[in-house]
Structures are given as structure tokens and as C-alpha cells.
């Protein structure tokens, strides 16, 4: 089993920046692919990045790409999100997760077994 715990949400204004962070326990997860979601109030939830085992591969939604970058430390079992340019739609709670295979694009050719609880990200116009 693995565990998920996301820090680094909060208020900022549009324009500005935040760094989400992701650590997993219970056991490691440099084997496998990792991801940020988002979900927005009313909306479903929807993938923002992804990250293959090595970190070597790299996948961003077209909504945030170029304004965001996703790393990971398989040391630290650990994965970040720097959000950059931050837009009012960014608003909502951002999830990691971790999948069961090491690389794929979410949505297309992997699924995600573990998932953290969730920290909430507000952007202010």
C-alpha cells in the first residue's frame, strides 16, 4: 500500500506561482509513473502532468503546458509541480497519484492506483 500526501496549495493571485509537493511512505515508487489531477468545482477531474520512472519523460495537458513542470526525486520518493502564470481556471484541488505501470500518457495508455488526499489550489483574478 502506498501512501500520498500532497502540500504546497493555497491562495495566490493570477500571475503569481506555487509549488506543489507530493511524498509517498509505504512503500517506493521509482518504478512506476507519477501525475498531478486537478479537479475544479462542478467539473470532473482532469490530468495536469505526468511523469514516466526515470523522470526521463515528461507530459503536460495542453490547458497548462508551458506554465508548469513536473520532476521527480525517486530518492525522496517524491514529486513536485511548479505552476507558473497562474490563471484564474487553475483554481481547484490538485491530487498526485501514482501509476500502475513506469511510463504512459494519462487518460490514453496508463491507469493510476494510488491517490493522495488532495490540496486545494485558488487563484485570484
Known amino acids: 500500500q502506498v501512501q500520498l500526501v500532497e502540500s504546497g496549495g493555497g491562495l495566490v493571485q493570477a500571475g503569481g506561482s506555487l509549488r506543489l509537493s507530493c511524498a509517498a511512505s509505504?512503500?517506493?515508487?521509482?518504478?512506476?509513473?507519477l501525475a498531478w489531477f486537478r479537479q475544479a468545482p462542478g467539473k470532473e477531474r482532469e490530468w495536469v502532468a505526468a511523469v514516466n520512472w526515470s523522470g526521463g519523460s515528461t507530459y503536460y495537458a495542453r490547458s497548462v503546458k508551458g506554465r508548469v513542470t513536473i520532476s521527480r526525486d525517486n530518492a525522496k520518493n517524491t514529486v513536485d509541480l511548479q505552476m507558473n502564470s497562474l490563471k484564474p481556471e487553475d483554481t481547484g484541488v490538485y491530487y498526485c497519484a501514482v501509476a500502475t505501470t513506469g511510463d504512459g500518457v494519462p487518460g490514453i495508455d496508463v491507469d493510476f492506483r494510488y491517490w493522495g488526499q488532495g490540496t486545494q489550489v485558488t487563484v485570484s483574478s
Open positions: 509505504g512503500r517506493t515508487v521509482s518504478r512506476y509513473a
